[in-house]
């Protein structure tokens, strides 16, 4: 893994723990990662077989769900520290996420979703930021269009405008290209790392496809960095 000096730090996980119980009660560890970091701009690829626990990881770094031990520092602050209020909002601010399945509202407009987004972060709706984002990603001419009238490849882009719409520190996308088909795949990786790139935006992407890492300097593989044996 590629070292980042403090100063270039972005993301730092510390001795992260994470572990479930399972109905009779027996500890199920899924995360044991002693250090991982990602510099500011950088962008890396973090790959595993399914199960392996790379959407847990992805939660945890994005506040959604909490480690049972260690720390999760970015921008300079540990998100584990906060209360939930505060990683929601934080998250608003900070964190971009593109999910697999999208999550857009199916009764809103490609506009209204990435509208929708904003309200969260202190910065509010910014229409004209919104339109500029749906531009960058082709779909200018779509604004107006429900998710059920756009394409799966079109939904996705949708999603990755609205990830991108409180120009965020920090970009996870959990496997961005599983529903799209191949032809679109690199188009789609392309985007995401050419918009994260222009806002210097710091990027993590999980994936199982080894066409969609080898696009990236960096690869880590979670069993690698994860202690814990699945």
Same mark, same amino acid.
């Given at each position: ?25 027996? @500890? ?20 595993? @077989? ?72 202190? @910065? ?17 001419? @779509? ?35 599983? =529903? ?45 960095? =994860?202690?814990?044996?699945?």
């Amino acid at each position: 893994m590629s070292e980042s000096t403090d100063h270039q730090c972005l993301l730092h996980l510390r001795q992260i723990e994470k572990e479930y119980r399972e109905p009779d009660g027996k @500890r199920l560890p899924i995360l044991n990662i002693p250090d991982f970091s990602a510099a500011a701009g950088e962008q890396l690829a973090l790959v595993g @077989r399914s199960g392996c626990g790379k959407t847990t990881l992805l939660h945890i770094m994005a506040g959604i769900s909490l480690p049972n031990r260690g720390s999760v520092i970015i921008d300079g602050l540990d998100i584990v520290r906060l209360p939930e209020a505060g990683r929601d909002r934080f998250r608003a601010d900070k964190i971009g996420y593109v999910f697999q399945t999208f999550n857009l509202l199916p009764a809103f407009s490609a506009l209204e979703n990435v509208l929708v987004g904003m309200t969260f972060s202190r @910065r509010r709706g910014d229409e004209s930021r919104a339109r500029q984002l749906l531009d960058r990603v082709g779909l200018g001419h @779509r604004l107006h269009h429900k998710p059920n009238t756009l394409s799966v490849g079109e939904q996705q882009r949708v999603a990755v405008a609205r990830a991108l719409a409180n120009r965020p520190r920090l970009l996870l996308a959990d496997e961005p290209t599983a =529903n799209v088909d191949a032809a679109n795949q690199q188009q789609l990786v392309d985007l995401i790392r050419n918009s994260c790139a222009e806002e210097r935006v710091t990027l993590v992407v999980v994936t199982h496809a080894q066409e969609v890492a080898e696009q990236f300097t960096r690869v880590e593989h979670l069993e690698a960095i =994860n202690r814990i044996a699945h």
